[in-house]
C-alpha cells in the first residue's frame, strides 16, 4: 500500500467511530484509528499500546481490554485463515465486561489487499444491546417453556414435560441399558376431602404428596402430575429386579391433620410396569400398563377411584 493510499485509508479509518485496526500476514498492527486510541485512555492503558504500530495485534487487543487470552486463541485461527486467503472474512463475538457493567463485542475480520499478500481489516464493534436483548429473551422464552412443563400447584412436571422427558429419557436407556420402570399413583378418596375440608385442603394434600415424591425418588427420575390426583414417575433401574427397593419405599397410606386439627388419611393406589428400551414398545404403552395395574390395585384394596 503506498503512502498516499495509506494517508487516505488512514483518513477513513479515523471518520469512524468503531475500534479498526490492520494487520499485516505476520499478525502485527500496521495501522489503527483513532477510536483505538480512544479506547486505549479511557481505559489506561500503557502509551505503547496506545498507537501500536508493529505491536503483534492479539497481545496488543489484551493490553487495551479489548477480549482477554481466551478471546486471542478464539480469534486466531479465523483471522489467520482469513490473512492466508483460506476465507474471505471471519466474525467472533466476545465478551468485554467492565466492573460496573456487561459490555459484548464482535470483531468483524475482512480481507484486503496489501503491498505483500493480503492484509486484516480487524472491526470491534460494540454489540451490547443486542445481546443483552437476546439473553433476556432467552431467559423469558426459557421462563415460558418452562412453566409450559410445570404444574403449577406443585411445582412438578405436567403431562407433556412427562411425554418430551420420557422419550429422552428412553433413548438414553436404549443407549446405557437398564431397565425403564413406571410408578402410577393415584390418590383414594380424594373427592371427600375437598367436599369435607375444602379445595384448600385437596390442594395441600395435592402439594404434600408431590414433596413426598421428590423426597422418596431421585432427582434424575421423572416426577409428573398428569391429572387432578393423578402421578407417574419414570425411573431408570439397572435391572428389573431392582423393581422391588422402589416398592419398599413407597408408603401408600398417609396421615394428615388439617388447621383446625382434624385428622384424616391418605391412600394411594400403585401400579408399576417395567421395560427393556431395547426391546419392542414404547413409553406410552408402558404408562398405559401401569395404569392398568394401579386400577387394579385399587380394585383389589375396594376402593373407588374418586
Given at each position: 500500500?503506498?503512502?498516499?493510499?495509506?494517508?487516505?485509508?488512514?483518513?477513513?479509518?479515523?471518520?469512524?467511530?468503531?475500534?479498526?485496526?490492520?494487520?499485516?500476514?505476520?499478525?502485527?498492527?500496521?495501522?489503527?484509528?483513532?477510536?483505538?486510541?480512544?479506547?486505549?485512555?479511557?481505559?489506561?492503558?500503557?502509551?505503547?499500546?496506545?498507537?501500536?504500530?508493529?505491536?503483534?495485534?492479539?497481545?496488543?487487543?489484551?493490553?487495551?481490554?479489548?477480549?482477554?487470552?481466551?478471546?486471542?486463541?478464539?480469534?486466531?485461527?479465523?483471522?489467520?485463515?482469513?490473512?492466508?486467503?483460506?476465507?474471505?472474512?471471519?466474525?467472533?463475538?466476545?465478551?468485554?465486561?467492565?466492573?460496573?457493567?456487561?459490555?459484548?463485542?464482535?470483531?468483524?475480520?475482512?480481507?484486503?489487499?496489501?503491498?505483500?499478500?493480503?492484509?486484516?481489516?480487524?472491526?470491534?464493534?460494540?454489540?451490547?444491546?443486542?445481546?443483552?436483548?437476546?439473553?433476556?429473551?432467552?431467559?423469558?422464552?426459557?421462563?415460558?417453556?418452562?412453566?409450559?412443563?410445570?404444574?403449577?400447584?406443585?411445582?412438578?412436571?405436567?403431562?407433556?414435560?412427562?411425554?418430551?422427558?420420557?422419550?429422552?429419557?428412553?433413548?438414553?436407556?436404549?443407549?446405557?441399558?437398564?431397565?425403564?420402570?413406571?410408578?402410577?399413583?393415584?390418590?383414594?378418596?380424594?373427592?371427600?376431602?375437598?367436599?369435607?375440608?375444602?379445595?384448600?385442603?385437596?390442594?395441600?394434600?395435592?402439594?404434600?404428596?408431590?414433596?413426598?415424591?421428590?423426597?422418596?425418588?431421585?432427582?434424575?427420575?421423572?416426577?409428573?402430575?398428569?391429572?387432578?390426583?393423578?402421578?407417574?414417575?419414570?425411573?431408570?433401574?439397572?435391572?428389573?429386579?431392582?423393581?422391588?427397593?422402589?416398592?419398599?419405599?413407597?408408603?401408600?397410606?398417609?396421615?394428615?391433620?388439617?388447621?383446625a386439627g382434624d385428622v384424616y388419611e391418605v391412600g394411594m393406589s400403585i401400579g408399576y410396569a417395567v421395560h427393556d428400551p431395547k426391546l419392542e414398545g414404547d413409553l406410552l404403552n408402558l404408562i398405559q400398563r401401569a395404569d392398568t395395574a394401579m386400577y387394579e390395585h385399587k380394585r383389589s384394596r375396594g376402593r373407588k377411584k374418586s
Amino acid at each position: 500500500m503506498a503512502d498516499t493510499q495509506r494517508n487516505q485509508f488512514n483518513t477513513i479509518l479515523n471518520a469512524i467511530p468503531d475500534v479498526m485496526v490492520l494487520v499485516d500476514s505476520e499478525l502485527k498492527i500496521i495501522s489503527v484509528n483513532a477510536a483505538w486510541g480512544q479506547w486505549a485512555r479511557q481505559n489506561q492503558s500503557a502509551e505503547e499500546f496506545v498507537k501500536p504500530v508493529g505491536v503483534p495485534y492479539l497481545h496488543a487487543c489484551a493490553q487495551v481490554g479489548l477480549g482477554d487470552e481466551k478471546t486471542g486463541n478464539d480469534l486466531e485461527p479465523g483471522l489467520r485463515e482469513v490473512l492466508n486467503g483460506t476465507r474471505d472474512a471471519f466474525e467472533l463475538e466476545y465478551p468485554c465486561h467492565k466492573p460496573s457493567e456487561p459490555r459484548y463485542y464482535l470483531v468483524r475480520v475482512s480481507a484486503i489487499p496489501a503491498e505483500n499478500g493480503r492484509a486484516a481489516l480487524c472491526t470491534h464493534l460494540d454489540v451490547t444491546r443486542r445481546k443483552l436483548a437476546e439473553m433476556e429473551l432467552h431467559r423469558e422464552t426459557r421462563k415460558l417453556r418452562e412453566q409450559s412443563l410445570t404444574d403449577p400447584l406443585t411445582g412438578l412436571r405436567n403431562r407433556r414435560a412427562l411425554e418430551l422427558l420420557g422419550r429422552q429419557y428412553w433413548a438414553n436407556a436404549q443407549r446405557r441399558g437398564g431397565v425403564l420402570a413406571v410408578v402410577y399413583i393415584d390418590l383414594d378418596d380424594f373427592k371427600p376431602i375437598n367436599d369435607n375440608f375444602g379445595h384448600q385442603e385437596g390442594d395441600r394434600v395435592l402439594t404434600y404428596i408431590a414433596d413426598y415424591l421428590q423426597k422418596t425418588f431421585r432427582e434424575s427420575d421423572v416426577i409428573a402430575r398428569v391429572g387432578g390426583d393423578e402421578f407417574v414417575v419414570l425411573a431408570w433401574m439397572a435391572q428389573a429386579e431392582d423393581l422391588g427397593k422402589i416398592q419398599a419405599r413407597l408408603v401408600n397410606r398417609h396421615r394428615l391433620t388439617t388447621n383446625a386439627g382434624d385428622v384424616y388419611e391418605v391412600g394411594m393406589s400403585i401400579g408399576y410396569a417395567v421395560h427393556d428400551p431395547k426391546l419392542e414398545g414404547d413409553l406410552l404403552n408402558l404408562i398405559q400398563r401401569a395404569d392398568t395395574a394401579m386400577y387394579e390395585h385399587k380394585r383389589s384394596r375396594g376402593r373407588k377411584k374418586s
